[in-house]
């Protein structure tokens, strides 16, 4: 089955600088890797996702991207605020009806201002 | 509203005591599934339904059950629950081409 490795596990950054976070996958049949945001007691909420045909993409200060040979796709966050603070999981599946999703042990960022 | 209802939001249970967690979406996704979050683990798949009468085992299926009688309800079922089983509980749909999974608001479960 599909293995999802992600690190780092824990991450600090200053207000205005960057964060990246890294996700490796194992399934070359994985084709569809979202990314969720899960602030402190609430639920995980998709904030980007990107499809293996694709490489990059971006919405704003957020980018994913997507390296299919490595199995590696990564998340990248610019110009970080506090309320960039949360919990940030990666996850891989393939989609076309076959629904098993496995989710990456989850990012914990912290942007200190 | 597009919404993902699942209830208890809390509860405390005895070591035993048989226990349902109800899930309803109203969004008319085919897939529904149930996590559950544990510090240091992320999110585990426990069981997912691709469609009415069709479920199968996630990653960490022992322990719980599944029904999908009806394509807006999934309820998860712990029919001996385990303090193992104390954790935090979503249950999420989507529709099948794997687009955005709406999760619940989660369900606090500790059993003493």
């Known amino acids: 089955g599909e293995n999802v490795e992600q690190h780092p596990s824990t991450l600090s950054v200053q207000e205005g600088d960057s964060a990246v976070i890294k996700c490796t996958y194992s399934?070359?049949?994985?084709?569809?890797f979202p990314w969720y945001k899960q602030e402190l007691g609430k639920r995980p909420q998709l904030i980007i996702d990107i499809r293996s045909n694709v490489g990059e993409k971006k919405d704003q200060r957020i980018a994913v991207t997507l390296n299919k040979t490595a199995k590696h796709f990564s998340l990248h966050i610019t110009e970080t605020q506090p309320e960039d603070s949360a919990v940030y999981f990666c996850a891989a599946t393939f989609s076309g009806g076959y629904q098993k999703v496995t989710f990456g042990i989850g990012t914990k960022l912290q942007v200190i201002p | 509203e597009a919404q993902v209802t699942q209830n208890p939001r809390y509860l405390i249970t005895v070591t035993g005591k048989k226990l349902t967690v109800t899930c309803s979406q109203n969004?008319?996704?085919?897939?529904m599934s149930w996590y559950r979050q544990d510090p240091g683990l992320g999110l585990r798949q426990i069981y997912y339904?691709?469609?009415?009468?069709?479920?199968d085992k996630g990653d960490v299926p022992e322990g719980y059950k599944v029904s999908r009688k009806e394509k807006r309800n999934f309820p998860l079922i712990l029919e001996s629950p385990s303090p193992n089983q104390t954790s935090l509980y979503f249950c999420a749909s989507s529709f099948r081409d794997g687009n955005t999974i709406y999760f619940g608001e989660g369900s606090w479960l500790t059993v003493v």
């Open positions: 969004m008319n996704h085919e897939y």
């Open positions: 399934d070359s049949a994985s084709n569809y």
């Open positions: 339904s691709m469609n009415v009468e069709v479920t």
